[in-house]
């Protein structure tokens, strides 16, 4: 609630809607910064990132020189901007970058390997595996020995040991690695992935290595969007009068 003051009403109708308009807007002010007081939550470790050393490994740019400055997982999550110039997170776009990965973390949107379950040592292992599928206007079996001529089999990439997947061969049951896919009969094609011997690209192993959720920075091509006019108007300028000499 605004209440005028008695010099308020003698201004002019318009001054006093501005005044009104701006006592108004401070007031919405403080209270959007009462409602964001509370702190974002901190959200749990994964297999494939276990710790703050792992989280900045990962998202490249540097920034695992800054180990020592957050070296804890709650630190990573709960340090302000601020904070983090104090500790000398510099420069300014590298501070925004890592909030930027903080809250993409908190949302569960992850680069690859970011969705992997069992993990050991910083690596997983993948494989490939075949799992009966229904096609249209065909019965649904449970075994694939049942009928063979019309069972539809689906390959994919899945993180999951050779136990687990012998007795739970089921779309339900086994989940698909994002990012990865089968390219031929059954080798497995992916970034960062690398072919276990023997095996003829059916397995295949994937570890932390640095940068490998990097997001990297675009090149400005003739001084970015703001000087690229003037700057190709000097050069073209620049080719005539070296093509009158």
């Known amino acids: 609630m605004i209440i005028k003051s008695p010099q308020a009403r003698l201004l002019p109708s318009t001054l006093q809607y501005f005044i009104l308009k701006s006592q108004h807007s401070q007031c919405l002010r403080h209270l959007h910064a009462r409602a964001s007081a509370s702190p974002p939550p901190i959200p749990q470790p994964t297999p494939f990132v276990p710790d703050a050393s792992t989280f900045l490994k990962l998202i490249g740019r540097n920034l695992s020189q800054h180990v020592g400055k957050i070296p804890t997982w709650r630190s990573l999550f709960s340090l302000s901007s601020t904070q983090l110039r104090e500790l000398g997170v510099e420069p300014a776009r590298t501070r925004r970058y890592l909030l930027w990965w903080r809250d993409r973390f908190r949302k569960g949107i992850f680069g690859v390997g970011g969705d992997l379950k069992n993990v050991k040592d910083g ?34 990439v899945v993180n999951e040991p050779p136990d687990v997947v012998e ?3 089921s779309l339900q049951r086994l989940k698909p690695v994002d990012g990865m896919k089968v390219a031929g009969v059954r080798t497995i094609v992916g970034p960062y992935v690398q072919r276990v011997k023997g095996t003829s690209g059916s397995v295949a192993t994937i570890k932390v290595q640095e940068g490998m959720w990097e997001v990297r920075r675009g ?4 001084g970015g ?3 690229k006019v003037q700057v ?3 050069k073209l300028l620049e080719e005539r009068r070296t093509s009158r000499k």
């Open 167 to 169: 007795k739970s061969p």
């Open 225 to 227: 969007e703001r000087r």
């Open 219 to 222: 090149v400005k091509v003739d």
């Open 232 to 234: 190709r108007r000097k």
């Open 123 to 156: 690596g997983a292992e993948l494989r490939v595996v075949e799992v009966p599928v229904a096609k249209a206007g065909l019965p649904k079996f449970k075994s694939t020995s049942t009928v063979i001529g019309l069972q539809w089999t689906k390959r994919m």
